[in-house]
């Protein structure tokens, strides 16, 4: 069965530096997602992306985000400058019709 | 603000009993229901979406939605040691600038005791 994969499942990266966390959808899905979930809180929702651009983002997505499909099959999530709040799980998600398939996250600790 | 509320239990249940659970949104706009099962450090995995008033079955659970409370439950039958999770109720809201995200609730923590 088709599913989202995320790479890496833990990344490990100093306040201030930049990292690029990656999907890989459901292959015939269109719309994609991204969220995070704070430990101990819950998953929110950071932007969602249909036809090469963003459709709609959240109040946490600001200048310091930004997503990309640089092909037909990946779908990165870019934080420039990490600061220690930004630790937390995040999630990729594509979509059909209504329903939403996770992938396995990654963990992003900034220390 | 569009809001989903969850009780976080946690709540535990013996092997067998029936689990309730329970979610209520604030926003009338609100059209897609869903609940997902989350094992701790893991991924959101989807249980059952309800979109219409009344009760849709699959196997031993039971999604119950009604639009005028603003209510959606979930019920687990014979509860196994296995369904011990948290379960969160997501919405998808209508109408303009809505691109399908959900809007999750904080979980509930079920645990289910052999």
């Known amino acids: 069965e088709p599913e989202v994969t995320q790479t890496p499942s833990h990344q490990v990266t100093q306040m201030g530096q930049e990292v690029i966390l990656r999907c890989v959808p459901i292959?015939?899905?269109?719309?994609f997602y991204w969220y995070r979930q704070i430990l101990g809180q819950k998953v929110e929702f950071l932007v969602s992306f249909y036809n090469n651009e963003i459709s709609e983002k959240s109040e946490i997505f600001d200048d310091q985000f930004s997503v990309e499909r640089p092909d037909g099959s990946n779908f990165t999530l870019k934080i420039r400058s990490t600061k220690l709040e930004d630790s937390a799980m995040y999630f990729c998600?594509?979509?059909?019709?209504?329903?939403?398939?996770f992938g396995p996250g990654t963990r992003l600790t900034v220390l | 603000q569009k809001e989903v509320e969850q009780n976080s239990g946690p709540l535990s249940v013996p092997e067998g009993a029936i689990a309730s659970l329970n979610c209520t949104y604030s926003?009338?706009?609100?059209?897609?229901f869903f609940w997902y099962r989350q094992y701790s450090g893991k991924s959101p995995e989807l249980i059952m979406s309800?979109?219409?008033?009344g009760d849709k079955e699959d196997g031993r659970f039971t999604a119950q939605l009604n639009k005028a409370s603003q209510y959606v439950s979930l019920l687990i039958r014979d509860s196994q040691p296995s369904d011990s999770a948290t379960y969160l109720c997501a919405v998808i809201l209508r109408g303009r600038g809505s691109q399908g995200n959900l809007i999750f609730g904080k979980g509930t923590k079920l645990s289910v005791k052999p």
């Open positions: 926003d009338r706009v609100s059209q897609s």
């Open positions: 998600a594509s979509r059909q019709e209504d329903t939403q398939y």
């Open positions: 292959s015939n899905h269109l719309y």
């Open positions: 309800i979109y219409s008033n």
